[in-house]
């Protein structure tokens, strides 16, 4: 299955972080946002990222960039890597208008990173062609893509994004489509139990992160991390595990829930559990 144009909808952190890995894995992509200044916020932060790796021997930006066009509407693509706010109505809303304007034969995939596949799978009229290709941050530095097959996903789907993730320099790994997949799963009881522990006062957010790094040998701490990848989607994360499974144990931390009240979102807006520039 030949998927030589993307179109990646989202040009945020993580839109535009894959934006980047699949124009320098030699396709055209069409990168849209439906905000107004995303798309070129996005090609900015994709054009300081390639200034990065070309300063160490890595490809000439300008070659990457040419292979990026900005798009103001969806358009025909081989494949579509939707990577906009983790809001399901949201999604299904795009994957609706994707399904009628994707050619019959696109994939339509979702870098979404706790809502389930066969929901998004079940608003098109192609549910055997929808998958989940879950990226990690940062997109051009981390090499796991978990992809999320849903009920109605097909073998050659499946193959086709196993493919294109190793194509892309990524390493894939296949996980069932159950809330939170493996990854978040895993991961949000452990940032939402360090931010219970800060509210707590068993430590300060140094401490936690410092013995988290040097006791876990973990290259970040728990509530650095949740700063890296925005509060507010790790709450969104916690009550999709927290609606979907059950389980009070992944209750979003009243913590968290405040500082996203607060507008401490992490990295985005300067300020989590710690300060930035």
Known sequence: MELEHVLVVGAGQMGAGIAQVVAGSGRRVSLHDPYPGAVDRGLGVIRSSLERLAAKGGTDPEEVLARIAPVERLVAADLMIEAITEDAAAKED???????????????????SSIPITSLAAVTSRPERVIGMHFFNPVPLLALVEVIRAVQTSDATAAAIVALARELGKEPAEARDFPGFVSNRILMPFVNEAAYALMEGVASAEAIDTIARLGFAHPMGPLHLADLIGLDTCVAILEVLHRGLGDPKYAPCPLLRQYVQAGRLGRKTG???????
């Open 271 to 277: 300020r989590g559990f710690f300060e930035y520039a």
């Open 94 to 112: 795009l994957f609706r208008r994707a399904d009628e304007t994707l050619p019959g034969g696109a994939i339509l995939a979702s870098n979404t």
